[in-house]
């Protein structure tokens, strides 16, 4: 991510830090999942879940074995400044000392990747937050047009059951759920596009009260699916497996274990980093458990027709949900928590925008800085929201392509030249005690190889349902 090397900040323990990453991955994406798992079917959906959720874990490992490998050059190099202002007479270096500080200058001076690597990383993170927004964007008008528009135009009991909306059905008098769409979208923007002009900081206590909500909504819309599931109310009859399906839920599933590029701002600050292999590992296991019964419990709760794209929907019905203020609560619930994240996340990439083109000691003209690098942040996703609110279709985009770059190609490529960094650097004798469990030559290959055959896969499927239309 764009800005300074990530400072420690004030550190936490390990299982705070469990939370910590439980609370990045399990996210918006885990909204669009019950859709995509009623389409693919059950059996697929958890075979493809499992291995994706490996596969995440496989590069989780890398992208902390990289930065254990930084770090220790770092502090070699901090050892290294002391002894010589300890010690200018470098004559009395021995051989092996000398050789060794060569080797590091060497690796000190060459990047761990190419310019084009690096530029390949910025492009990969710049889709992706791209992708973040048109989803938000898109996400909070359409709770709310879904909320506030019914099929006789004011019931508050909201989506029902057997009703298929077009965008065309009227919502306010002569006003179509589209056009309601488009004004919750502009108030939108307006509201929160200013943000992105400004500089805007994650408070500590908004964290909370976001994370805090985020798991009241989920815990409720469990309880709620499995109440309704046994008291035989369930109308779910999910397919075992629908290959036509697949495209959508394999970019859903590596968007919702995306975490690759935060995790330095989230392993710093660990105070013990002894096991933390293992306690990622138990976060990728509780992971797993919590998307499949999310899921499961939506798809044999709900029919699969009738799943909407934003799960939290399906419970802003009178049949499901007899409380008015907890249908509300769910049903408004994207609109809460995204809307707290749009500002954050807009700045991040106007951020890497600037990170991208600078030069060392050049600086933007005001205009350029203040108004050109926030509106091409701006513009491009709240268009994309304009055209369109398919969010299993825009989740399924920006996971299966960014998301590929983000999740493999990045950390693959980053720590096969980390290893051969180290190596030129300390010798072949030193060994990195994060390293990662799959050490072999034959995973950052595989990893490698499953993106690409990722990336053709879902191109073809979506170029074969353009020619069906």
């Not at 502090?75 to 270096?93: F, G, P, Q, V």
């Not at 296991?285 to 009738?306: E, K, P, Q, W």
């Amino acid at each position: 991510m764009a800005g300074e090397i990530t400072e420690t900040g004030e550190l936490y323990s390990s299982y705070v830090g469990l939370v910590y990453m439980f609370n990045l991955i399990v996210g918006t994406g885990a909204l669009t999942m019950p859709k995509a798992f009623a389409t693919a079917g059950w059996l697929v959906s958890l075979v493809l879940l499992v291995f994706l959720g490996f596969m995440s874990f496989v590069t989780t490992t890398f992208v902390i074995e990289a930065m254990a490998a930084a770090n220790a050059q770092l502090h070699w190099k901090r050892m290294e400044n002391l002894k010589e202002e300890e010690d200018d007479d470098s004559s009395t270096a021995s051989d092996s000392d000398v050789l060794i500080r060569d080797n590091y200058e060497r690796a000190e001076k060459r990047p761990i990747l190419s310019v084009l690597g690096v530029n390949l990383f910025y492009f990969c993170i710049i889709v992706y937050l791209y992708g973040d927004l048109a989803i938000y964007a898109a996400a909070v008008p359409f709770s709310l047009m879904q909320v506030t528009c019914s099929a006789t135009g004011n019931d508050s009991c909201g989506v029902e059951a057997d009703t298929k909306y077009n965008d065309t059905d009227r919502c306010w008098g002569p006003l179509r759920r589209v056009d309601a769409y488009r004004i919750y979208l502009a108030i939108f923007t307006l509201l929160l596009g200013p943000f992105t002009f400004f500089d805007v900081q994650k408070t500590k206590y908004l964290q909370i009260l976001t994370s805090l909500m985020r798991w009241i909504a989920f815990a409720v819309m469990i309880v709620l699916a499995l109440i309704r599931i046994g008291h035989g109310q369930g109308e779910g009859h999910p397919p075992l497996a629908d290959f036509s399906g697949v495209r959508n839920l394999f970019g859903v599933c590596v968007y919702s274990f995306m975490c690759q590029h935060s995790l330095p701002s989230l392993i710093t600050p660990v105070s013990s980093k002894r096991h933390l292999t293992r306690l990622v590992f138990l976060d990728y296991v509780l992971i797993l458990a919590f998307y499949g019964l999310l899921s499961f419990t939506a798809i044999f709760c709900f029919r699969g027709d009738s799943l909407m794209d934003m799960y939290t929907l399906n419970f802003a019905r009178c049949d499901v949900v007899g409380l008015a203020a907890v249908r509300f609560f769910l049903g408004l619930f994207p609109v809460f928590t995204i809307s707290t994240n749009f500002p954050i996340i807009a700045v991040t990439l106007r951020n890497n925008w600037k990170t991208l083109f600078h030069r060392e000691g050049g600086t933007y003209p005001w205009v350029v800085d203040r108004v050109v690098f926030p509106t091409i942040t701006l513009v491009p996703p709240v268009l994309v929201a304009f055209c369109t609110h398919d969010l299993e279709s825009l989740v399924g985009i920006t996971g299966a392509y960014a998301g590929t770059g983000i999740q493999y190609v990045i950390p693959a490529f980053l720590v096969y030249h980390c290893r051969r960094d180290t190596q030129l650097a300390f010798g072949c004798g030193v060994s990195n005690k994060h390293r990662s469990p799959f050490r072999h030559t034959f995973w950052v290959g595989f990893v490698l190889l499953w993106a690409f055959s990722c990336f053709i896969f879902v191109t073809a499927n979506i170029i074969l349902s353009e020619t069906k239309l």
